[in-house]
């Protein structure tokens, strides 16, 4: 029931944060977020890349759960594979797959913490890892994070994360040798399974905070 | 006649002195030129077989022993980064160092380029349908669908001339599973504010000298770095070897000044002050140390410190002599000269002879000792009684014909024994209580005899955690599981491992297995790269297949020309070999898990192994070997164990052997069962007593208590001895003639057993455990042996 739960969430938050806040920030975005505990989700990914003759596509499913685990599988055009849960990265390409401490590859750590903190609502990792800023309103809000790390920077200019109310629906990341890729997601409509304990989005209090 | 015998005695005087000189001038003479050492593999057992062998080797002097992990600690974390960056730069120019790592990857440009160049040879992934129409087209799509990601910036500048992949199918192979956290550039731990690095000393692990001096330059290189507020710590096993031989010197020589000093002062006191009589008495201390150390020095070729730690001990024990003769000797006034001698000869050297003889056989045991450092003990100590007792016997009588003439302290400890031999007795029913209570509480307790090679270390708890910490920011496992391979040559050993790392491969997709590191990861055998280096395409079908392969592709044939140039180059180029790597960045990391063989032994592989979240199950990867030829699988800790343990059992049936030859001397000796009973009571009454209360307080018993319990066996029936002299003087008197007892004798007891449980107390002081075991043991245990020896075998009065 996560689609159900994450929309219904969703829906419910943002209208009662758009209601009751003019000015839509960081703390009321991530709360709203972390309300949703898990879900599912496809998505396409178009990069441009200068050196190439055409856009790269793919599309795949996405998948989270709180506190800290996200998957990205890639279906076509190949499977692949990409799993963090908690520190650990594990990759999977056809038959070989390897793990890894995230924290150990920073280059794949920044892209992987700013959908996972996005996704989880995890306001700490987010300020542990970007200078985040939000503009918009809690219906259509966009969250931009530039890399805190001085060396990242070079690599990475930002990550933009588009949503409305407590849905994630773009990640643009814009790399610092003018590529960049966007990735549309679209929550799965099909009742998927997963969902961990719902929260009530009516009471926030009873609901399980985000982690640290 | 008479003449000519008086001089012949007194050239066998002469000569047996003249003897002694040149002995004790020889043996000073091999003392200084001794070699000294104080690493603990000396405690690690005598590996029996040649597998076991290769696992003391890597412990001793691998590549584990070579690691110096390294923490900077203290100021702001860019304070840490740019003293990291720049400290690990000025390691790495020192040249005392073949590799400095602290996660900034600028300094790999060398090695990235040898692995680049050599990609064709190394690359895992190359094979012949890797380079047909398919597999290049994948391959391609692969790689290229890492561009426009961070990750993809490595791959970025060389994708036009490495396509498919393999600089990124290297690196996947050679990235460890558990590599330190990242930030900044620079390795930090994960739990503390510290920036961690690690290094590997050019010097071998075993030459604790080098070691040494490795360490002082890591030292001296960070001291910038400290004047900015900033903290060094090191840790490793070469820093710990380093630090505890430093310990076992510093100690060694404050347990030697110390036992010297209250030795003295306990010989002044006893003697009355005269210095003429305390010179005297540490004749035979000082010429069974120096016949102890040139004894093991000729044996072992050095000698450990652990060895000279316990050889203060034995100034407690040779002083005995000493004091026994210089008291038992004292002639009575009026009498001629020299009849204290002969009186001495004739009534006390049996006794002290037997003592001797007991002693060695009791020592003799750790002579067969799996542990080269036990039997270092077993003759230092047996060559040291044995010249302190041939001193005392030979040059004494001559140096001190009617013993010393003080009473001092004397009078007081032979009234002190007196009393004790005058109420002791009264409590033999209650001490055969205890002695009883002490035999159940053994028989009750679960064994004992549980102590670990761990606790023969000297290094403390907090520098332990110290070291698991930094282990584990690191990443750096704890030598835990190898698996070694063996093959008559280096292209056979990178066989092997290549068929063991197929069979690993699998336990890691399964998850059982998080990774593992492996020479032929490396290097690769001769035939493998053969095998990849024929799959590679003449120019005219690699340009038909690509031109295929890349067909409505992102990226076009025409632009890989690079490409084509460099796998027509690879086509023609030499494999690669362990001397070709020589003076690249890849040989240390080769060289630690490829050693090379010998005319005696078989080149070796090791492929070391890291646990996933759960550990790893020995039995199930033995099985899951069991079809490659020759592969053992070592796992370290237990294996160790379980060695020790062995080495336990063996030392344990030495000891009771050496017990038994006690008896049967004994019995030889005495003809008498009742005399051996009652010699044999007390002591092991002393024993039982102590092994009950270390038991009962939770003490891990190991190898050096059971040297403990040997040496109060020893030690203790010495006393038990004399006290049975003096009961069967006693027995033996002329019918009618009065119950006389020798307060002298008692006296010389007493003092003989003060000045051992000092020397022993010491030692029980010391944070050395291998000396501090042996010091737990013996002080209560002799000091009981005199007390009940009083208790059972007190001598009538009248």
């Known amino acids: 029931?996560?689609?159900?739960?994450?929309?219904?969430?969703?829906?419910?938050?943002?209208?009662?944060?758009?209601?009751?806040?003019?000015?839509?920030?960081?703390?009321?975005?991530?709360?709203?977020?972390?309300?949703?505990?898990?879900?599912?989700?496809?998505?396409?990914?178009?990069?441009?890349v200068a050196m190439l003759e055409r856009t790269l596509e793919s599309s795949g499913r996405l998948s989270f759960e709180a506190p800290?685990?996200?998957?990205?599988?890639?279906?076509?055009?190949?499977?692949?594979?990409?799993?963090?849960?908690?520190?650990?990265?594990?990759?999977?390409?056809?038959?070989?797959?390897?793990?890894?401490?995230?924290?150990?590859?920073?280059?794949?750590?920044?892209?992987?913490?700013?959908?996972?903190?996005?996704?989880?609502?995890?306001?700490?990792?987010?300020?542990?890892?970007?200078?985040?800023?939000?503009?918009?309103?809690?219906?259509?809000?966009?969250?931009?994070?530039?890399?805190?790390?001085?060396?990242?920077?070079?690599?990475?200019?930002?990550?933009?994360?588009?949503?409305?109310q407590a849905l994630v629906r773009e990640v643009t990341v814009a790399l610092a040798d003018g590529d960049r890729s966007v990735m549309s997601i679209e929550p799965a409509t099909a009742a998927p399974?997963?969902?961990?304990?719902?929260?009530?989005?009516?009471?926030?209090?009873?609901?399980?905070s985000a982690p640290s | 006649m008479r003449a000519a015998l008086e001089r012949l005695g007194s050239f066998a005087r002469r000569t047996a002195f003249a003897l002694w000189l040149i002995g004790v001038l020889a043996a000073a003479g091999i003392t200084s030129r001794t070699n000294y050492v104080a690493d603990l593999s000396a405690f690690l057992p005598r590996a029996p077989s040649a597998e076991q062998a290769v696992l003391l080797d890597q412990l001793r002097s691998g590549i584990a022993a070579r690691l110096v992990l390294i923490g900077i600690e203290g100021g702001t974390p860019e304070a840490r980064r740019s003293a990291s960056l720049e400290f690990a730069r000025r390691l790495r120019a020192s040249g005392a160092f073949d590799d400095v790592h602290n996660g900034d990857n600028s300094q790999f440009e060398a090695t990235g380029r040898f692995l680049f160049?050599?990609?064709?040879?190394?690359?895992?992934?190359?094979?012949?349908?890797?380079?047909?129409?398919?597999?290049?087209?994948?391959?391609?799509e692969e790689t290229t669908s890492?561009?426009?990601?961070?990750?993809?910036?490595?791959?970025?500048?060389?994708?036009l001339r490495d396509p498919t992949g393999e600089t990124v199918r290297m690196a996947e192979a050679m990235l460890p599973a558990q590599a330190p956290r990242s930030d900044a550039g620079v390795w930090v731990s994960r739990h503390a504010s510290r920036a961690v690095l690690i290094a590997t000393t050019r010097a071998d692990g075993g030459d604790l000298d080098a070691q040494e001096r490795a360490l002082r330059l890591l030292r001296s290189s960070f001291a910038p770095f400290e004047a900015q507020g900033l903290r060094l710590i090191v840790s490793g096993s070469g820093s710990f070897a380093v630090a505890s031989r430093a310990q076992i010197k510093a100690e060694v020589e404050r347990l030697a000044i110390a036992g010297g000093v209250a030795i003295v002062a306990l010989l002044l006191l006893a003697f009355g002050g005269s210095l003429r009589t305390l010179v005297t008495a540490l004749l035979p201390v000082a010429t069974g140390v120096l016949a102890g150390i040139a004894a093991v020095s000729l044996v072992f070729g050095n000698v450990h410190g652990v060895t000279l730690g316990f050889g203060t001990t034995l100034i407690g024990e040779a002083v005995d002599y000493a004091i026994y003769y210089l008291i038992q000797a004292r002639s009575a006034p009026g009498t001629?000269?020299?009849?204290?001698?002969?009186?001495?000869?004739?009534?006390?050297?049996?006794?002290?002879?037997?003592?001797?003889?007991?002693?060695?056989?009791?020592?003799?045991?750790?002579?067969?000792?799996?542990?080269?450092?036990?039997?270092?003990?077993?003759?230092?100590?047996?060559?040291g009684l044995v010249a302190a007792a041939l001193t005392?016997?030979?040059?004494?009588?001559?140096?001190?014909?009617?013993?010393?003439?003080?009473?001092?302290?004397?009078r007081h400890l032979g009234a002190a024994v007196g009393w004790c031999t005058a109420v002791l007795p009264r409590l033999r029913w209650p001490l055969v209580a205890l002695t009883l209570l002490a035999v159940f509480t053994l028989a009750w307790l679960p064994t004992p005899w549980r102590g670990d090679l761990g606790a023969l270390s000297p290094v403390g708890a907090a520098k332990m955690a110290l070291d698991t910490e930094l282990r584990a920011d690191l990443g750096a496992s704890d030598a835990g599981t190898l698996v070694a391979v063996s093959a008559a040559d280096e292209a056979g050993a990178l066989m092997q491992a290549e068929a063991v790392g197929a069979r690993l491969?699998?336990?890691v997709d399964a998850g059982q297995l998080a990774g593992y590191e492996s020479p032929a990861r490396i290097l690769p055998s001769p035939a493998t790269q053969q095998r990849r280096r024929a799959a590679l395409p003449d120019r005219d079908s690699l340009r038909t297949r690509l031109a295929e392969a890349t067909r409505d592709g992102p990226l076009p044939a025409a632009r890989l020309d690079g490409f084509i140039d460099d796998v027509q180059a690879a086509r023609a180029q030499p494999l690669l070999t362990r001397a070709a790597l020589r003076g690249t960045p890849l040989a240390g990391a080769l060289d630690a898990l490829l050693v090379p063989g010998s005319a005696e032994r078989p080149w070796r592989a090791l492929l070391s192994l890291q646990a996933g979240a759960r550990p790893i199950d020995a039995a199930q990867l033995r099985k899951a070997l069991a079809d490659v030829p020759g592969a053992r699988v070592v796992a370290i800790k237990p294996e160790l164990d379980a060695l020790y343990a062995r080495y336990l059992r063996e030392a344990g049936v030495q000891a009771l052997l050496g017990a038994l030859a006690v008896c049967v001397l004994l019995a030889l000796h005495l003809r008498s069962w009742r005399r051996l009973r009652r010699i044999a009571q007390p002591v092991a009454a002393a024993v039982l007593i102590v092994l009950a209360v270390l038991s009962a307080s939770g003490v891990a018993l190991g190898i050096l208590h059971l040297v403990g319990l040997l040496l109060t066996v020893a030690i203790g029936s010495n006393y038990a001895l004399f006290f049975d002299q003096i009961r069967d003087q006693q027995e033996h008197r002329l019918p009618g003639s009065p119950v006389t007892i020798d307060n002298d004798t008692l006296a010389s007891l007493a003092l003989a057993n003060l000045t051992a449980v000092i020397s022993f107390g010491l030692l029980a002081m010391s944070s050395i455990p291998a000396l501090f075991a042996i010091g737990q043991v013996v002080a209560p245990g002799i000091l009981l042996s005199l007390l009940l020896s009083a208790a059972f075998i007190a001598p009538r009065r009248g």
């Open chain 1, 68 to 164: 800290d685990t996200f998957v990205r599988e890639t279906l076509k055009p190949r499977r692949e594979r990409v799993a963090v849960v908690g520190n650990t990265m594990t990759m999977s390409l056809g038959q070989r797959s390897r793990t890894m401490p995230l924290d150990s590859v920073p280059e794949a750590a920044v892209i992987m913490e700013a959908i996972r903190g996005t996704l989880t609502g995890n306001r700490d990792a987010i300020e542990r890892h970007f200078s985040a800023t939000v503009s918009g309103t809690a219906q259509r809000w966009l969250l931009e994070l530039v890399p805190r790390e001085p060396r990242l920077r070079e690599q990475v200019i930002s990550v933009r994360v588009a949503g409305q």
């Open chain 2, 336 to 383: 001629e000269r020299g009849a204290g001698a002969r009186h001495w000869i004739d009534a006390s050297w049996p006794t002290v002879r037997l003592g001797l003889w007991t002693s060695v056989c009791g020592f003799a045991a750790l002579l067969f000792s799996g542990f080269p450092g036990l039997a270092q003990l077993g003759v230092f100590s047996i060559a």
């Open chain 2, 505 to 507: 491969d699998q336990l």
């Open chain 2, 117 to 140: 160049d050599h990609r064709y040879l190394l690359s895992p992934a190359v094979d012949a349908q890797r380079f047909g129409v398919e597999g290049l087209r994948t391959a391609i």
């Open chain 2, 146 to 159: 890492l561009l426009g990601t961070p990750a993809g910036a490595m791959i970025k500048p060389v994708i």
């Open chain 2, 392 to 410: 005392t016997r030979w040059v004494f009588t001559r140096l001190a014909p009617d013993g010393a003439p003080g009473m001092g302290l004397r």
């Open chain 1, 193 to 208: 399974r997963g969902a961990s304990n719902p929260a009530n989005p009516a009471n926030p209090a009873s609901a399980p």
């Open chain 1, 1 to 48: 029931m996560a689609g159900g739960v994450a929309l219904t969430a969703a829906a419910l938050g943002g209208l009662r944060s758009a209601w009751a806040q003019p000015g839509f920030d960081l703390e009321q975005l991530m709360r709203a977020l972390a309300q949703v505990r898990a879900g599912e989700a496809t998505f396409t990914e178009k990069r441009t």
